[in-house]
């Protein structure tokens, strides 16, 4: 994939093509050079040589070698708390091509909601109430409009129409 010329003591590389490598080849590239202990700023340089614009950025290059010096040996992100777990099985492809098959025109959010499902039972529901984001978005919903209520409403409510408009349109959400 690269050439590399000596010129004046240096060798000099160069991109036989135009790569756009993966980042998780880059980082395979990353683990080796650090393996063979070559610098942060090296390994970006020579990685810009070889992928050009489709190379990491010198603070990511510096972060995984430091990753790789500690001893880590997976190449892929790590899990952020937060992130969205999807589980990705054939039956939920093959539904979703039926869909996207029989109307070219579907939205995403269409998709989303068809896919979904609907709530079939009394407990199905209670499990979706009792999950930790709804729980935690009803308790912002309840404090904030206790809030309003208490404090903005006698300061700001005989002069701004906006406080109780407000007070309504989050308790008209919250159900």
């Keep these: 994939m690269v050439s590399g010329l000596r010129e004046g003591g240096r060798t000099s590389y160069r991109p036989l093509l135009n790569m756009q490598a993966s980042k998780k080849e880059q980082r395979r590239v990353i683990r080796f050079l650090t393996a063979e202990g070559v610098a942060g700023l090296e390994m ?20 995984w070698r430091k990753r790789f010096l500690e001893g880590r040996e997976l190449l892929e992100d790590d899990v952020r ?45 209670g499990q979706l109430l009792l ?16 809030f309003l209520v208490v404090f903005c409403v006698p300061r700001y409510g005989s002069s701004n129409v906006v406080v109780y408009i407000l007070i309504c349109s989050m308790i008209v959400h919250y159900l």
């Design 44 to 63: 970006h340089r020579r990685m810009k040589a070889v992928c050009s614009e489709y190379s990491l950025l010198h603070s990511s290059v510096v972060e």
């Design 81 to 125: 708390p937060g992130q969205a777990h999807r589980v990705i099985i054939t039956e939920i492809i093959a539904e979703v091509n039926t869909l996207v098959l029989n109307n070219r025109r579907i939205a995403e959010d269409e998709i989303h909601r068809l896919l979904e499902g609907t709530v079939d039972s009394i407990e199905r529901l």
């Design 131 to 146: 999950q930790p984001g709804f729980v935690v978005y009803m308790t912002v919903i309840i404090f904030a409009s206790c």
